[in-house]
């Protein structure tokens, strides 16, 4: 155990060569500051870093990293911070390294539909760029505040609008830069090549190596993120349907017609005002599910044609005796479903704060019984269910999302949930599924039932590219908290 004095000295000079590194504006140890890094609104503990770092280019990431894995400190990087399962909690204490600074858009090509974008630049900031510059153009934008990371997002496996059509933002990136632990760059993708940043083949592909690792292998400090046409003309159509059982059949068959931009269902508490933050019965009367189905084109002919498909396909599924029904909404609404992000009724919290925001992938077939299963271990556990399901990548998944508002100020409430969130993972995984962006307490619940090789290799793989285990501690490997800098 290192005397109080010398963990203070440590301290001292750790923040000396900090600010050395990245200037004295960029670099804190102030209470107040580290505050504001310690948490999220999940039901993840919080945890206060010891220094919060705002590096301005990838030679300075490089040298913190050098600086970071000579002196043990643990680094978690952090852009949004907003996955509401934790991920960029600091749980080791350290440093956080919050990329906001690098939000440079350092190439762009139309032609071949690629940005590349440095790690810290927005949703937002991508968004307005693109509209300003490059109008029949878009990316796939997660309905998230305009302020989360756009690399952030791809390395999470999130999803946007065009996530029904061509997969998830993890799909879409061509290449990578990364700094790792030890300082070094990697580059994967063409861009390994130096030349272009056109795509992640035909080399043996490593972006993987940092996808779907919350930061605990290296800093992505660029990506090249693939660009999509964007439609002229959009439209939505809604429905009702009174019976989850009956969602299997809607979604394999509106999927399978590959006429829909988008189809989002959610539980009938998504829709019904105050209802999600308490646990009453559904009115017999109120259908379960409502549907918008979002349709694009490249003329209105193209836009109507695709209307006569979805209904067509609505026709069916009633002969075969599913209930379902298209209703209207004000144009208001429609113009804010339409929206990319769109609006969601339901992302305000309740007083005491705390949202929780779990994502399973499923099999498309078993999205009635993990509905079902969402909702009675949400019922068992005291919490009002809130589901929200979307389709993927022309219906290869489903993805089911539980979203549970609650009082984070409760220390029952927050017990209740964990317990929930780990009932609930356990079943998606029983059932062929497998979880989207866990947190650390979920991780472990993947780990369980992982196959043994694969876990050796995810070890081997950590252990080479951080040999000193100084990265996004808790992420998917177990740690054991250092305190020898604490002061
Ligand atoms: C209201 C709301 C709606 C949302 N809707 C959607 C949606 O429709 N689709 C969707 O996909 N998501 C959605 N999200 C989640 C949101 O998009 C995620 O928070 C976001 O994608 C992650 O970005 P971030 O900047 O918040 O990441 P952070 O929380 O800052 O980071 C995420 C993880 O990546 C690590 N990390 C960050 N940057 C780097 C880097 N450069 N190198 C290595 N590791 C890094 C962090 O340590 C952490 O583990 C929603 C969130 C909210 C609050």
């Known amino acids: 155990m290192p005397r109080k004095e010398d963990a203070r000295q440590n301290h001292h ?13 960029f670099v804190t140890d102030r209470r107040e500051e580290r505050y504001y890094y310690s948490s999220d609104p999940s039901v993840g503990e919080a945890h206060t870093p010891e220094f919060v770092v705002l590096p301005g280019s990838v030679e300075e990431i490089q040298e913190l990293m050098r600086l970071a894995n000579r ?13 509401l399962s934790g991920l960029a909690i600091p749980y080791g204490g350290g440093i956080i390294l919050d990329l906001k600074r690098m939000d440079k858009i350092v190439e762009m090509n139309k032609d071949s539909m690629y940005v590349v974008v440095e790690c810290g630049v927005t949703i937002g900031r991508l968004k307005t760029y693109l509209e300003e510059n490059y109008p029949n153009l878009w990316f796939s934008m997660p309905h998230a505040p305009p302020s989360v990371g756009v690399v952030s997002n791809a390395l999470i496996q999130g999803a946007g609008q065009v996530s029904l059509g061509y997969g998830v933002n993890s799909d879409m990136i061509n290449g990578l830069e990364v700094v790792l632990p030890t ?28 996808l779907g690792w919350f930061g605990s292998t290296g800093i992505i ?18 429905y009702k349907i009174y019976k989850i ?26 829709t019904s005002g105050k209802e999600r933050f308490h646990l009453t019965e559904k009115p017999e009367e109120v259908p379960e599910i409502t549907m918008d189905v979002l349709l694009n084109g490249k003329s209105r002919e193209e836009i109507e044609y695709k209307k006569r498909v979805v209904r067509r396909i609505a026709e069916d599924l009633v002969r075969e005796g599913v209930q379902i029904e298209e209703y209207a909404r004000s144009p208001q609404i429609k113009k804010g479903v339409l929206m ?16 929780e925001y779990l994502g399973c992938y499923i099999p498309p077939e078993m999205t009635g019984t993990a509905y079902k ?10 919490f009002q269910y809130l589901h929200f399901l979307r389709p993927l990548r022309t ?15 409760d220390p029952n409430q927050v017990k209740g949930l964990i317990s929930l969130l780990e009932e609930i993972s356990e079943e998606c995984v029983t059932m062929g599924g497998v979880l989207w962006k866990p947190s650390p307490t979920l991780q472990k619940i993947v780990l369980k039932h992982a196959d043994s090789e694969y876990l050796n290799l995810m070890k081997k793989i950590k252990k080479l590219l951080d040999p000193n285990g100084i990265m996004a501690p808790r992420q998917w490997m177990p740690y054991k908290v250092n305190n020898s800098h604490r002061t």
């Not at 002196?71 to 996955?83: A, K, L, N, Y």
């Not at 300082?183 to 190596?209: E, H, M, N, V």
């Not at 059982?245 to 998504?270: N, P, Q, R």
């Open 221 to 238: 400090t660029k990506a090249s993120i693939q660009l999509w046409p964007k439609p002229g003309f959009r439209d939505v159509l809604f």
């Open 340 to 355: 990319v992000p769109r609006i969601f009724p339901f992302m305000d919290l309740l007083q005491g704060g705390g949202a």
């Open 13 to 25: 000079s750790v923040l000396e060569s900090l600010e050395k590194i990245a200037g004295k504006n």
């Open 373 to 382: 299963k969402g909702v009675e271990i949400a019922k068992k556990h005291g």
């Open 183 to 210: 300082g070094q760059i990697l580059r994967t993708g063409t861009c390994a090549l130096g030349k272009s940043w056109l795509s992640k083949y035909c080399l043996p592909d490593f972006t993987g190596l940092f």
């Open 245 to 270: 059982d009956s969602t299997v059949e809607v979604f394999l068959k509106l999927t399978k017609s590959e006429a829909c931009e988008d189809i989002c269902m959610f539980s009938w508490t998504g």
């Open 71 to 83: 002196e043990g400190i643990p680094v978690t990087p952090r852009v949004g911070g907003m996955t």
């Open 395 to 409: 219906g290869h998944a489903v993805c089911i999302l539980h979203i549970f508002p609650f009082n984070k100020g």
